[in-house]
């Protein structure tokens, strides 16, 4: 091949760069307080309590929609049964 030097070096140069690149250390990460972890995490797990009631109310609704509309009685809703 009749290529020019310098296309010669071109794939040399990408190849120690990128090696140089995938081994370059990150700095560490900065130190967490334990208190603000500490109220994140209580945070969280608020919000995800409350996500979970959310969720059981809007089944229950769904639910109780879905009993009225096919007119499924309930326990609540039926009669006693009648004893003999």
């Known amino acids: 091949m009749n290529a ?6 071109i794939p040399a140069l990408l190849v120690a760069g990128s090696i140089g690149f995938a081994y370059a250390k ?10 603000k ?3 994140a995490k ?3 797990a608020e919000a995800a309590k ?3 009631e959310a969720l059981a109310k809007a ?4 639910v109780e929609r879905y ?9 609540a809703t039926a ?6």
């Open 26 to 35: 990150l700095p560490a990460p900065p130190a967490v307080d334990p208190a």
């Open 42 to 44: 209580m945070k969280a």
């Open 50 to 52: 409350k996500g979970a």
């Open 79 to 84: 009669p006693a049964p009648k004893k003999k």
């Open 4 to 9: 020019p030097r310098f296309w010669r070096v």
């Open 67 to 75: 009993k009225k509309e096919k007119g499924i009685k309930t326990a």
């Open 37 to 39: 972890a500490e109220a």
């Open 59 to 62: 089944q229950d609704r769904v």
